[in-house]
């Protein structure tokens, strides 16, 4: 004989609390694209690395402020340069340079990522930074499987007609998103900025470990 474990009133319950729950997200961002969004704030010009750590909250708070609950699981990062930083829940896609191969390679491989989470439901909605419009096909696809697909803009989003004069091929990727969710550049640039060397500094100049390394230099005196 089944015996039911939970009342009526339990299972409403848990059903509210996964309607109420924050919905899946990954993100599939073009590093190049990215690198593009934050050049009108940049203050360096050629940058020898991108900082990365900081990247999910900030994409999680972007979402957040287009009014989406969602919770950005993972970060799949397509970039034609070395990439020596290790982030937790980023994974690294090396692609050709786009002058080499004028993107075919990001266009398979992150049009295959999206592909596979679509066909799987491995998630509710997908952020996508890119501005290559080869990509309208297979974001139609997924959306037809119920998938959400949002696209990363500034602040030109905000006037579409414009946009579709200015930049046509933009313009129809991005009227073809669920959500066009805008950043604002300097704030992107600021982030990408942060170099690692900085946080080694300032973990190196934490007042604990000064105190800890000067009384190290007062007990050896008496050793």
């Not at 982030?87 to 690294?92: L, R, Y």
């Not at 993107?103 to 998630?123: E, F, N, P, T, Y």
Request: hydrophobic share 40%; proline share 2%; net charge negative.
């Amino acid at each position: 004989m089944k015996r039911d474990y939970f009342s009526h009133a339990s299972k409403e319950t848990h059903r509210k609390n996964q309607d109420f729950a924050a919905q899946r997200c990954i993100a599939l961002v073009d590093a190049r694209y990215l690198a593009w969004l934050a050049q009108h704030a940049q203050t360096k010009s050629k940058q020898e690395s991108v900082n990365r750590q900081g990247l999910s909250p900030f994409l999680g708070e972007a979402l957040a402020q287009a009014g989406l609950d969602v919770d950005v699981q993972r970060i799949y990062w397509f970039s034609e340069d070395q990439e020596t930083l290790d982030v937790d829940g980023q994974i690294v896609r090396k692609v050709l340079s786009h002058d080499l191969d004028g993107g075919v390679s990001l266009l398979k491989s992150l049009g295959q990522d999206l592909r596979q989470l679509a066909i799987h439901k491995a998630c509710d909605h997908v952020l996508l930074a890119t501005d290559d419009e080869r990509f309208l096909t297979v974001i139609d696809d997924a959306q037809l499987t119920g998938m959400s697909v949002h696209i990363l803009a500034d602040e030109a989003a905000r006037n579409m007609p414009k946009l579709h004069q200015t930049d046509p091929g933009w313009g129809r990727l991005l009227s073809q998103a669920d959500q066009r969710i805008v950043v604002q550049p300097k704030a992107l640039a600021e982030l990408l900025q942060g170099a690692t060397s900085k946080e080694s500094n300032a973990v190196q100049e934490d007042p604990e470990l000064i105190r800890e390394s000067i009384t190290e230099v007062i007990v050896s005196w008496w050793d």
